[in-house]
């Protein structure tokens, strides 16, 4: 999926908003089991802990880790940028060129394809 969405200010307030709306996404199309993962070692270990979030964002750190209490499973780690090319083709295309939603189910998405032909490469 890509997504607009407000003006953001940090690489936190938007890794935690585009988390928090991609795992809405998938709670809304039946998916019961997740892994998320991101390259924002701040964002995922504020979803991952336990502990109270008192920043700014902490009523979208506590709207996420709801979500994720909703699920059967889920997986929630912190992997390098290059590790994931696809998502970030993604994210570029949403934050230059994006204007309505989209989403692929089933499709790859055509923004990302070069990502997803080199991904497929690495394996």
């Given amino acids: ?12 307030e938007a890794e ?3 988390c928090r709306r991609a795992i809405e996404f998938a709670v809304d199309a ?15 270990h504020a979803i991952s802990s336990s502990e109270d979030n008192t920043s700014l964002f902490g009523n979208v750190v506590e709207d996420i880790r709801h979500l994720i209490r ?8 912190c992997i390098r940028r290059g590790g994931n090319r696809v998502a ?3 994210a570029q295309y949403a934050r230059h060129v994006l204007d309505e939603d989209l989403y ?13 032909y080199h991904d497929r490469l690495s394996i």
């Fill in 16 to 18: 935690l908003l585009a």
């Fill in 88 to 90: 970030h083709a993604l």
């Fill in 1 to 12: 999926m890509t997504a607009s969405g407000p003006a953001v200010h940090t690489s936190d």
């Fill in 104 to 116: 692929w189910v089933e499709d790859s998405p055509p923004p990302a394809l070069d990502a997803l």
């Fill in 30 to 44: 039946g998916f019961s089991r997740l892994v998320i993962e991101g390259d924002n070692s701040n964002v995922i």
């Fill in 70 to 77: 909703g699920l059967l499973w889920s997986d929630i780690c």
